[in-house]
């Protein structure tokens, strides 16, 4: 599995989508965006790639 890096800048459009996230997950984030000057969105966004792009076939549907 890769290291999980947060890149500085994302050129790709993005969608608005309202999602539920557990307080607790929001507090980490919210931490690692001011240690790292960096949108919750943007971190959240990186989150989600970085599992996808590391998904075990053995999780996916074909």
Known sequence: MNDFKLPKDSDEK?????????NST???IELLSKTNNLSVNRIIN??????LNNLSNDNTDK
């Not at 993005?14 to 999602?19: G, N, R």
């Not at 990186?46 to 599992?51: I, P, S």
């Open 14 to 22: 993005s969608v608005l989508k309202t999602i539920r996230l557990k």
């Open 26 to 28: 929001l507090k980490r």
């Open 46 to 51: 990186e989150c989600l790639e970085y599992a």
